[in-house]
């Protein structure tokens, strides 16, 4: 089975320029997460789909993050413009749960961005 | 609210020995909790997890943790440790079935060989 798939590896850009990440979750799992984990520190949310919808956006930055996850699978997450505070990885992980049990997650490999 | 503590940031020990990393939690209800391991430039690997039941957790690669409710504790043991586990580990907590997990801020593991 294949797992969380993450693109790009690594993104250097400069400030006040628009990045783009992508995430292709394991085939099955209805719950995608991006976390955001900064240098030191562990993973903190930023954003929770149940299938195709946004259920838990409360740590998204709202003003400058956008997040999508077309038909339930795939997900983009989105900076514009990105600061220098948002240098940090970026983590996607999927899961699958049903109403009385929840699996844990899966995460995939990260981006890192580095903002100049 | 939830959170979780890891009170050392670093460990050291030799090649060979016994390991225990501490992990303790506030959370008012029966937590789920996890150790994930997460080696330089990869995304975090799930050891173990303990949902009801058994205390006494087994995970992969060795590993095995203890859920300690009266000290809201959940501390991951290795009898002995190899070279190759040398890495962050990080602590999570989330409430049963909201899917949302609070991590600690990691112990990062050196070995000595």
């Known amino acids: 089975e294949a797992g969380v798939v993450q693109s790009p590896r690594y993104k250097i850009i400069e400030k006040k320029q628009p990045v783009a990440f992508w995430c292709n979750p394991i085939s099955g799992h209805n719950t995608l997460y991006w976390y955001r984990q900064n240098l030191g520190q562990g993973p903190e949310l930023l954003i929770r789909?149940?299938?195709?919808?946004?259920?838990?956006d409360s740590q998204l930055p709202k003003d400058r993050f956008s997040a999508e996850r077309l038909k339930g699978v795939d997900s983009t997450l989105k900076i514009q413009p990105a600061e220098l505070g948002d240098s940090a990885v970026y983590l996607c992980a999927s899961s699958y749960h049903s109403r009385d049990r929840d699996y844990g997650y899966t995460f995939g490999s990260g981006t890192r961005l580095t903002v100049v | 609210a939830q959170s979780v503590t890891q009170p050392d940031i670093h460990i050291t020990v030799s090649e060979g020995a016994s390991l225990e990393l501490r992990c303790n939690y506030s959370y008012g209800a029966t937590p789920y909790l996890f150790w994930y391991v997460q080696s330089p430039g990869q995304g975090l690997q799930l050891l173990l997890k303990y949902f009801s039941g058994d205390t006494l957790v087994q995970g992969i690669k060795g590993f095995e943790a203890e859920f300690k409710r009266s000290q809201s504790s959940f501390n991951l043991r290795k009898p002995s440790v190899h070279w190759s586990d040398a890495a962050e580990y990080f602590c999570a907590v989330g409430a049963a079935l909201t899917y949302k997990y609070i991590f600690g801020t990691g112990t990062r593991l050196k070995v000595l060989a």
């Open positions: 789909y149940e299938n195709e919808e946004a259920v838990d």
